[in-house]
């Protein structure tokens, strides 16, 4: 059971059930609790492989016991995520915790990893169950619907869950080598039916500054 | 306001998102309908709906910035966005507030500034790094922490000043007292015997309003060039004006000749 102590403190209460986190992200435990280094990622040896061979690396432990634990990373964020069989798609690098159902895999993203600077790889959460994904100040929650594309900037891009296509949009004209762009070169834009997290800042991304 | 702890976030969707207001802390949300918003580059986050992004340059333009944007050292830093939709604005995980400004004269440290209606104008300040906007409208600024408005005649520490609304421009302030004297000149020299860090301040004087942050942590801004060289403009020219040597500190001997106004 997630819930949030306060908006940068994670606690999960738990029963003799698991959950995966962040490799050193618990800051307290009351309890009995053990923590397990889970190698790859927690993917069994075919996830270890495609982790070692995307680039797409993750630390992740099994927290398992009586009591409740608290998680935290950084004084980030945290964002909890109900999923209901979607699928979550998120940066390794932003993900907290999940439950232990819950299956995490890697994908291929395309383009907008590279727009990222993230890598053209990322890390899906599958199953039912909660997440815990982390951002750089509140995430805003946005709905993407047949009538309501949504387009972000690559930087601010955190997670997105349901089923969502993404395109890559370029800006980039002859005015963006006369410094005279848009300033948004490069815009993911999302399609389909699902939720976008957005986080109130921009990561540097390799468009910046366009 | 969204995701009190311990409850599920809020979904936003078109409908749901506020016009013109706060999302959250965080996040602002502007609604253009065929209007249009300066906004500083790379501050845009997500948006719904055909919104366009044009550097101040654009051509189709020329009109929209010849009456409302006066500050030729920042065009590179500036973008118009057009269309119609809900766009949503943020600045590295910062305080950002929007404020009215009904006939009136706001000005705001020129990295504080997110966004502003065109009916608002753009003029650079005469003093460096400060933007000063005039008319009615609206605008964003992002701040260190929460706001705090104050009335003059106030003092303010030059890391927490924002900006201020109406009042003429501030002055410098410094407290010399306790480095008067021989004693007073070789702390002031040598640092030996302490330093408050509160020995200078900006000085507001008249009717108005002092826009203060409640960090002493300045936002980064990117370097803005240098105003015209020309006789009379401050800051002008980088190096003119200043031949007078290095700084002289309080209470320090200086060179006699010029104390003796040779």
């Known amino acids: ?133 982390m951002s750089d100040g509140r995430a805003v929650v946005l709905r993407v619907s047949a009538q309501y594309p949504l387009t972000v900037d690559p930087g601010a891009y955190v997670a997105h869950q349901g089923n969502l296509r993404q395109t890559l949009q370029s800006g980039v004209t002859f005015r963006t080598f006369m410094g005279e762009g848009g300033g948004e070169a490069f815009q993911i834009r999302f399609e389909g039916d699902g939720l976008v997290y957005v986080q109130p800042s921009e990561r540097d991304t390799i468009a910046g500054d366009l | 306001m969204s995701g009190h702890p311990g409850t599920c976030p809020v979904i936003f969707d078109p409908m749901t998102l506020p016009a013109d207001d706060n999302v959250n802390d ?47 050292l920042h065009a590179s830093d500036w973008v118009v966005a057009q269309g119609s939709g809900k766009m949503l604005l943020a600045d590295r995980a910062f305080d950002v507030n929007s404020f009215d400004l009904d006939e009136g004269n706001l000005t705001i440290r020129s990295g504080n500034l997110l966004a502003f209606q065109p009916s608002l104008s753009l003029k650079q300040s005469i003093i460096p790094g400060f933007l000063t906007l005039i008319g009615t409208g609206k605008f964003v600024a992002a701040s260190n922490g929460p706001v705090v408005f104050m009335e003059p005649p106030i003092r303010v520490d ?31 020299l040598t640092g030996i015997g302490g330093a408050s860090g509160e020995e200078h301040q900006f000085e507001f004087v008249g009717a108005g309003t002092v826009l203060l942050q409640s960090t002493e942590t300045l936002m980064s801004e990117q370097d803005r060039g240098a105003v015209p060289h020309e006789p ?28 003796f106004g040779l």
């Open chain 2, 158 to 188: 030059p890391q927490a000043l924002v900006g201020w609304a109406d009042c003429p421009s501030p002055c410098h302030h410094y407290d010399h007292g306790y480095l008067r004297g021989v004693w007073g000149g070789l702390r002031g």
């Open chain 2, 26 to 72: 965080y996040t602002f949300c502007v609604e253009l309908k065929g209007s249009q918003w300066f906004l500083q580059k790379g501050k845009m986050i997500a948006y719904y709906g055909g919104i366009e992004f044009n550097g101040i340059g654009h051509g189709p333009l020329d009109h929209l910035v010849q009456a409302s944007f006066h500050s030729p």
């Open chain 1, 1 to 133: 059971m997630f819930r949030l102590q306060d908006s940068k403190v994670l606690a999960v209460d738990m029963t003799g059930d698991a959950v995966k986190a962040k490799n050193g992200s618990m800051v307290a435990y009351d309890g009995q609790m053990t923590f397990k280094k889970l190698t790859g990622g927690g993917d069994g040896i075919r996830g270890m492989v495609t982790r070692r061979l995307t680039g797409e690396r993750m630390a992740v432990m099994e927290v398992k016991g009586h009591g409740t634990c608290w998680f935290a990373d950084r004084a980030a964020e945290i964002n909890l995520v109900q999923l209901q069989g979607e699928k979550l798609y998120v940066e390794s690098s932003n993900l907290l915790a999940t439950d232990a159902g819950l299956r995490t895999g890697t994908t291929f993203t395309g383009l907008r990893g590279a727009s990222q600077g993230n890598g053209l790889f990322t890390t899906t959460v599958e199953g039912h169950g909660q997440a815990a994904i």
């Open chain 2, 232 to 259: 009379g403009v401050p800051g002008g020219g980088a190096s003119h004006g200043q031949q007078q040597g290095a700084t002289r500190l309080p209470g320090q001997l200086g060179d006699l000749s010029r104390r």
